[in-house]
């Protein structure tokens, strides 16, 4: 049984930074995509940062320069450095992993893409 587990959230100042971690098991780290999403309440869940097996990234516009994603595939690990974080980044922060073929026209941060998700892990910055 795959199962996605969060570690990592907390509360921080403004301009503060944290490490996300989301460690798979029942599941090798394939050939697809792996990424971080967040719902903060009252909005739809978006997605944040992506990144494929080969190493290839993408990230929201919101994000850019102060997130980075990355992979230890030895450890089946996912993680997420946010740096520079402002009130804004409060949410709530899913891991997701795509574990079978989809279509190729859907995006690496759409949900449509994964199929499976960790619980959850809160962020919260305060200004």
């Known amino acids: 049984q795959v199962q996605l587990v969060e570690s990592g959230g907390g509360s921080v100042q403004s301009g503060g930074s944290l490490r996300l971690s989301c460690a798979a098991s029942?599941?090798?780290?394939?050939?697809?995509?792996k990424g971080w999403f967040r719902q903060a309440p009252g909005k739809e869940r978006e997605g944040v940062a992506a990144?494929?097996?080969?190493?290839?990234?993408t990230y929201a516009d919101s994000v850019k320069g102060r997130f980075t994603i990355s992979q230890d595939n030895a450890k089946n690990t996912l993680y997420l450095q946010m740096n520079n974080l402002k009130p804004e980044d409060t949410a709530m922060y899913y891991c997701?992993?795509?574990?079978?073929?989809?279509?190729?026209?859907?995006?690496?941060?759409?949900?449509?893409?994964?199929?499976?998700w960790g619980q959850g892990t809160q962020v919260t910055v305060s200004s």
């Open positions: 997701a992993a795509q574990t079978m073929s989809t279509n190729p026209a859907i995006r690496a941060l759409s949900n449509m893409r994964y199929n499976y």
């Open positions: 029942g599941y090798t780290y394939s050939n697809h995509w």
């Open positions: 990144i494929h097996n080969n190493g290839t990234t």
